[in-house]
Every structure is written in structure tokens, then in C-alpha cells.
């Protein structure tokens, strides 16, 4: 890989097999994983901002196969075109011993779409400092829930999201709090399983609707602008169901913040996430 401040490569992307994105080796013995990306994982606009960030994780090849995903910053500069080829640039900014940092740019055309500075670092020895888990023995188990699903042109990738609401809350509820609580999955375990464990990370973090669409009646579109995950070390299988917690912690007029975590079946902690999204409409 490249030193700090170096591009390290440029790589074009092709649509193929039904928009599957398919991943050449670069610069790594490891096996590059194929990114499920087609017209139905679109969201508000654009391909899912969840999947996007899975993504670009996996562009961000790390200089050590020992390295593990710390944190990943995306800013979402314009919805990505699932029907458009793209360009990825790859950036190795730091190579360390014990941290490395990655940035990658999404370009289809000459047209930024997305950026990522994304952190690893070495898993290190011992036990855990501090790992609480929150005890979900208790909550219902996903298979005597009802799914929620949205409708499919509002939110067209939720037919491959599974979510298992735990509350009464959620959008068009006109609830009093922005709050979620939920069991959540991949539909595909093949998919889960080829994302793997920090990739589903993101797509699960970014499933679920804006918190303040439950403070409504009618939805309107409240599209990701910067989404930022800092993963545990807990990672569960990918297709497992995940629990999720989900709030909306500000709401301006114009702009809201929300936060969520995402937790093992046992509770432990898998990735804590915060978004910046814009209100539209109001």
C-alpha cells in the first residue's frame, strides 16, 4: 500500500450480473467479497446509504489482513445510481503498526457521490476493558413479531431488511418519542453471510426509518448526509437477528441527528452509529 498522503489505486467498476458489483483482488492475498448492488436496494433516492457504506469498507483493503474496521465516517455527497458504473479512489493516509487510515471516494462520471475515512486497528490481547451487555433475554423472540415493512417505493431495499418491531412505535405512529426498539436481519443469509460481519453492521445500523417519522402522520423523505459507525469487537454471525435501538436524538426543522446501536443476541455490543440527515418538506 501506498504512504500517507499517496493515492494508492484507482479502480473502475462495472455493473454486471444483474448490477452485482463483482471485486477483483488488489494489492491483497485476501478473497474480496462481491457487494450485493442492484436497483432494488434503493432508498431515499438513491442505493441504500447502509449497503453504500458496506462498500466502501470493503475498497478500504487494509495494508494488514490483521487490521479490523475501528470506525467509518461516510459523507453522502449525492444519491449513488445503482444503474451506473463507478469509479473508486482509494487513499492509504496511514499505515502504523497498531492503527492504519483509509479514504475512499465513490465517483460515477467525474461526479464525487460518496467519501469514506475509514480506521482499523489491531484487536490487541486480554479481556475486555469494559463490554456491559444489555440483557434481551427478556424482549420477545423475532418469530412472534410481525415484520414491519414499508412500502417498497418509498423505501425499496427494506424487502431485504427484516424487522421485528418490539414497540408500538413506528412511522406514522404520531408517537411521543422518536424511538425504535427492534429485532433486525438480513433476508438473505447468503448475503449477510457475503457482507459479512462488519458489512452488515452497516446495512442493519442504516435499516431502520428515521426516528422523527414516528412523530408524524405522513412520511417525508429524511435522506442520510453523514453517517458515522464505531465498531465493538463483538461480531456475531451476520445472518443472526441483531437488536436494535434506534432514536432520534435532535430534530431541527431543516435537519436532524439520530443515533443507534446494534447489539449481539446476547446483548453484547456489535457498532454504535450517528447520522446527520436533512428534513425535506417542511
Known sequence: ????????????????????????????ARDRRVIPVDGSWRGFGGLHGGL???????????????MRPAALTVSFV???????????????????????????????GDRLRAQATESRGTPGDGPEVWDPAVDVRGRPAPAGLVRFLPPPEVVEFAQHVDIRPLTATVPGA????????AWVRIVDPDVATTLGPAGTAAVLLDAMPPGVL?????????????????????????????????????????????????????????????????????
Open 52 to 66: 453504500v457504506a458496506a462498500w466502501l469498507l470493503e475498497e478500504a483493503v487494509p495494508g494488514r489482513p490483521a
Open 1 to 28: 500500500m501506498g504512504v500517507a498522503g499517496v493515492v494508492g489505486r484507482r479502480r473502475d467498476r462495472c455493473w454486471r450480473c444483474r448490477g452485482v458489483a463483482a471485486h477483483a483482488s488488489a494489492g491483497t
Open 174 to 181: 404520531e408517537a411521543d418519542e422518536p424511538r425504535y426498539e
Open 78 to 108: 449525492r444519491p449513488v445510481d445503482p444503474s451506473v458504473a463507478v469509479t473508486f479512489e482509494v487513499e492509504a493516509v496511514h499505515r502504523g503498526r497498531t492503527t492504519e487510515t483509509t479514504v475512499v471516494r465513490l465517483l460515477q
Open 214 to 282: 414516528a412523530l408524524w402522520q405522513r412520511p417525508r423523505p429524511v435522506p442520510t448526509v453523514e453517517l458515522t459507525i464505531h465498531f465493538a469487537s463483538s461480531t456475531p454471525e451476520p445472518a443472526a437477528w441483531h437488536h436494535v435501538a434506534h432514536e432520534t436524538a435532535w430534530a431541527g426543522p431543516s435537519a436532524c441527528v439520530d443515533q443507534t446501536e446494534l447489539r449481539s443476541p446476547a446483548g453484547r455490543l456489535v457498532a454504535v452509529a450517528r447520522q446527520t440527515r436533512r428534513i425535506v418538506g417542511t
